[in-house]
């Protein structure tokens, strides 16, 4: 009874989605008066990860990653068109001052929105600091994380594994859509995990069973939240799911690009969280980002990416395009021009987007 007047108290807060859309859309940006925004995140110097008091475990595990520091990634881009490159993308890499800026605040609790540029290290703010507060409780679901693909939950399942290897108790789960129901919920009855990382659909349907208990959480995050919040049947989704969880509990956010007209949708969720912002788009690319861009006609496209391909010296290349067919065609192309390529995408089952990916 407590809990669901603790949750009557903040629902009325939430967006009411049967309510016009257009009001979250075209709402006037938030008084700028109490943001926190920071900007010129590169270059500035940085001491070790045993700045932020974490525990030892973890500290053992940033060191077998091969982060001593917070360090800078160098992401090299060339986009055509239609067609985006990545190629030489050192992986892993750790953002400076982002980290700076949240992991301290984030491990005493505080409710964050951040949004920065992909490569800034945002996933290892909410990654260390839950794992730093987490105390593993038998058969009690501590944190949850929401994304908006499988493939990024799988991602950052594999994070959450990576720097808890050294805390044997703690068991972190992925659920997505794609993959019997029947296999999650024997899963949460035989070993209950104290991370939770999946999609909102899957999750929602497996709490709405009872199988998947939301009671203990004290950790809400949300990774890539514009792609979740700005969609209207998931954004439904991850509000059911929110409104299932205690009303005493740390809310983080995260995204490369979050605009104006989402942050209010954003804060409704939070409690008077630290907010920071890359307002200027110049910055939300990597300092040593080369990018290139070419204007051609459609006619021109593939050729002149098979130019590129031939020309560059790169040890893998990822390729994004508008749509599925899309996908298919080029893929095939590619093989045919001797380009060792594979395709992924929405239309391919689960199965044989795991085994690709």
Do not use: W
Not at 39 to 51: A, L, P, T
Not at 133 to 138: G, L, S
Not at 226 to 233: G, V, Y
């Amino acid at each position: 009874m407590g809990e669901a007047k603790d949750n009557e108290v903040y629902e009325e807060d939430l967006v009411d989605y049967e309510e016009e859309v257009e009001n979250v859309i075209d709402g006037a940006p938030t008084n700028g008066s109490s943001d926190v925004v920071k900007k010129g995140y590169v270059g500035i110097h940085s001491s070790g990860f045993r700045d932020f008091l974490l525990k030892p475990e973890l500290l053992r595990a940033i060191q077998d990653c091969g982060f001593e520091h917070p360090s800078e990634g160098k992401i090299y881009f060339c986009s055509c068109a239609n067609y985006a490159l990545y190629y030489h993308i050192s992986l892993g890499c750790i953002g400076t001052k982002l980290q700076h800026e949240c992991i301290p605040q984030a491990i005493l609790g505080m409710d964050v929105i951040c949004q920065a540029k992909s490569g800034m290290g945002k996933t290892a703010v909410f990654v260390l600091s839950t794992l730093q507060q987490i105390d593993p409780v038998a058969g009690q679901v501590a944190a949850l994380v929401l994304c908006h693909t499988r493939e990024l939950a799988y991602q950052i399942c594999h994070e959450f594994e990576r720097f808890s290897k050294y805390l044997p108790e703690l068991r972190v789960a992925v659920f997505y859509g794609g993959v019997h129901i029947k296999n999650h919920k024997d899963l949460l009855k035989n070993e209950c995990p104290h991370i939770v990382v999946g999609t909102p659909g899957r999750i929602l349907a497996l709490a709405r069973d009872k199988d998947l208990p939301l009671k203990n959480v004290r950790h809400f995050i949300l990774d890539e939240c514009d792609k979740m919040l700005e969609s209207l049947d998931m954004r439904r989704d991850v509000q059911e799911i929110f409104k299932m969880t205690p009303h005493d509990k740390q809310v983080m956010m995260f995204s490369a690009t979050l605009s104006k007209e989402i942050r209010p949708v954003c804060k409704r969720f939070m409690q008077d969280p630290m907010e920071i912002y890359v307002d200027d788009e110049a910055k939300l690319t990597l300092h040593g980002l080369v990018q290139h861009y070419i204007k051609l006609s459609e006619a021109e496209k593939n050729r002149k990416l098979n130019d590129l391909l031939d020309a560059l010296d790169f040890n893998q290349v990822v390729i994004f395009v508008k749509s599925v067919s899309r996908a298919a065609e080029l893929n095939k192309l590619l093989c045919e021009c001797n380009f060792p390529s594979i395709c992924i995408h929405s239309g391919m089952t689960q199965e044989e987007r795991s085994v690709i990916y």
